[in-house]
């Protein structure tokens, strides 16, 4: 038995290792740099240990900025992408003909380089002296006047990002539910049909239960990708996000490590640390909630 | 509730594309089965009595023919409309719920005027539990329940609702041999003490013979034979039904008849008066061999013996014959006689009326008079 167990540990070394060189050490000297104040990164010196940085960090406009965007994109975002790319895959699960034409269609953008999207998406929205935009040119055709998209007002910049950010997200997670779609045993539809189930019923009380855990899955992934959101804000808005007002927070852990205001790597990791603990704190809070709902 | 089928066709589009071959799975159904009946339909496996039992359900729909129950057409009535209970050869319990959840399941379907109270719903599923004696799992889910408990579990769910008509798609098929004897005995008490008319689909010829009113012999979609068990046991119309049923299987032999005599190779074994001189098959069931123990020319079989199986009760005689047509025959015979192991020619009297004889070309039964 303790043999097996030694052996147990010694396979598990490597990936060990490496995690804990990467991941643990890294994570351990964050949280060390968050608490040291001025901290100067060319001399390696700082004045004393305390919450200097959080406080600093917590008062910073543009963070609280990038927390809002944040908070809003994930919060609009996680259910609408969930909920339309769970209706996609029912439509597509129903479907025979063109069904695997649609599967290829809805996966492009998958496969797709997400800045290449975000110029297709500038195409689409951004508003030049020399055009307005494909859907400034719709919203006219319905009456409605321009609106600049990308340097306009803050509402239709985030409508912007959260449209992209659940365009890039879907293919995504409609593969994983197409599949947990189909892997529900059709028996299991027959019975309902035979005990007058409506399709209403049979949705919720059958198809949902039995695809909960990948719908689980997708929820705490959805959650955490949405959380470090930062390239899709960068392909839509340029690197400068704070002066675009469409910041997100890790956006702003790279700007105070790297950006115009860079140099400052205290003020980067206490909102590095802040972003883990409301990431966790969420994470922990699915996991309660699913041990309810999720069937496995 | 009585069922009527009249014509009843279900043919399903060929598989390949380039032949335009259908496939009839059912291939005109006339029968009627009676109130409160339990009826097996029983038949190798691809013969279409799921598909069958699926129109009787409503899951499919027929190519031709009627379906009534009592005077009510049902044809093209929805499955939920029919009033069928349905237990599927894999159960199908919703494994998210509990077993109270899933005997509840079809009650909270009903709307309008037959909607039930949670306590109404709750009490009628707990009826039905005790029925099939599982009232102390309520809380379980199906992944912690047995086989046999699953089993009762969809019955309960089924009869739940007091569908007209109870439907079962080879019910015992996922049980092991012991619980497989005593769920059929269940499942004809369970039957018996709710009245509801029963049809279950099986391959299983001994599971349809023990526990059914009436048995369905099915052939590649076609009916064979229709019958109360033993009526057909002891009268199969043709070969196949004849080979089906029982066990050990019939021993099937090449004969022929001339002069109103059955021989086999040079055996003379029976007078048949009436039956014109023709190629036939002869059928014998294992248990209508009588064991001589000494040689007499007269109205013989010799046969080749194997071996001698004990099995208590019986003894079963192994032999073989050159016209068999199974690899093996067997004789079954009272553990009485004494069989010298030692010998290796034996001969047997034939039972007439364990001995049925077939056309070879048609294979249909030859009556004799």
């Not at chain 1, 930062?230 to 340029?238: I, Q, R, W």
């Not at chain 2, 059955?262 to 014109?276: A, K, N, Q, T, Y």
Request: charged share 20%.
């Amino acid at each position: 038995m303790e043999k097996k167990e030694v052996k147990g540990w010694l396979y598990l070394l490597p990936a060990a290792l490496f995690l804990g060189v990467f991941l643990v050490y890294p994570l351990i000297d964050v949280l060390i740099y968050s608490l040291e104040e001025g901290y100067n990164f060319a001399s390696q010196t700082y004045f004393g240990v305390g919450l200097y940085n959080y406080s600093y960090v917590l008062h910073d406009p543009y963070f609280l900025q990038a927390l809002k965007n944040t908070f809003i994109l994930v919060i609009i975002t996680v259910p609408l992408s969930t909920g339309i790319a769970l209706l996609i895959s029912l439509g597509l699960v129903s479907i025979q003909k063109l069904r695997d034409l649609y599967h290829t269609l809805f996966f492009l953008p998958y496969v797709t380089n997400t800045l290449a999207v975000g110029l297709v998406f500038m195409i689409l929205f951004k508003k030049t002296p020399y055009s307005d935009g494909m859907i400034n040119l719709l919203l006219n055709m319905v009456g409605i006047s321009s609106v600049d998209f990308i340097d306009g007002p803050y509402w239709a910049k985030m409508f912007v990002l959260c449209f992209y950010t659940i365009w890039v997200v879907m293919p995504f997670k409609i593969l994983i539910l197409t599949s947990a779609l189909a892997s529900v045993n059709p028996l299991y539809y027959s019975a309902a049909k035979v005990d007058g189930t409506s399709r209403f019923r049979t949705f919720v009380k059958i198809t949902l239960p039995m695809i909960s855990p990948s719908l689980f899955y997708l929820i705490i992934t959805g959650f955490i990708g949405a959380f470090k959101a930062y390239s899709d804000a960068v392909a839509l808005f340029g690197t400068d996000l704070n002066a675009a007002g469409m910041n997100t927070m890790v956006g702003y852990v790279y700007d105070m490590l790297y950006g115009n205001s860079g140099g400052y790597p205290s003020y980067a990791s206490a909102a590095a640390m802040i972003l883990f603990m409301i990431v966790l704190t969420i994470t922990c809070i699915n996991l309660l909630v699913s041990k309810k709902y999720v069937h496995y | 509730m009585k069922i009527v089928l009249e014509n009843l066709t279900k043919k399903f589009p060929g598989r390949n594309k380039k032949s335009k071959d259908e496939v009839i799975a059912v291939n005109n159904f006339n029968f009627e089965i009676p109130d409160g009946k339990l009826i097996g339909l029983l038949g190798p496996s691809g013969c279409g009595k799921s598909t069958a039992l699926n129109l009787l359900c409503g899951l499919l729909a027929p190519t031709e023919g009627k379906i009534y129950f009592g005077e009510d057409e049902v044809t093209n009535l929805p499955a939920e409309n029919r009033g069928v209970g349905f237990v599927f050869q894999n159960y199908a319990l919703y494994p998210h719920l509990t077993v109270l959840q899933n005997i509840m399941f079809p009650l909270e379907n009903l709307k309008g005027k037959d909607k039930l109270t949670k306590e109404q719903m709750r009490e009628k599923a707990l009826e039905a539990a005790k029925l099939v004696q599982i009232d102390e799992l309520m809380d379980r889910k199906p992944g912690q329940l047995s086989g046999g408990q699953q089993q009762r579990v969809a019955i309960a769910r089924a009869l739940v609702k007091m569908p007209r008509v109870l439907l079962m798609d080879e019910p015992l098929s996922n049980l092991d041999a012991r619980l497989r004897l005593q769920t059929r005995e269940e499942i004809s008490r369970i039957q018996k003490e709710t009245g509801i008319t029963t049809v279950f689909v099986t391959h299983d010829q001994e599971e349809a013979m023990s526990i059914s009113d009436m048995i369905v012999v099915m052939k590649d979609g076609v009916i064979q034979q229709i019958g109360e068990p033993q009526k057909v046991y002891d009268e199969p119309e043709n070969l196949f039904v004849a080979k089906f049923l029982g066990t050990p299987p019939i021993n099937v032999f090449t004969g022929e008849i001339k002069e109103e005599k059955l021989w086999i190779g040079s055996d003379f074994c029976m007078d048949v008066e009436g039956v014109r001189n023709q190629e036939v098959y002869v059928a014998i069931r294992p248990e209508g061999f009588v064991f001589c123990q000494e040689e007499t020319p007269e109205r013989k079989l010799h046969c080749c013996l194997q071996a001698v199986e004990v099995m208590g009760r019986d003894i079963s005689v192994v032999a073989t014959h050159p016209l068999l047509e199974n690899v093996v025959m067997r004789a079954i015979i009272s553990s009485e006689t004494k069989v010298d192991t030692g010998r290796k020619e034996i001969s047997f009297e034939l039972k007439k009326n364990k001995v049925f004889i077939f056309n070879k070309e048609t294979e249909e039964r030859i009556y004799l008079k």
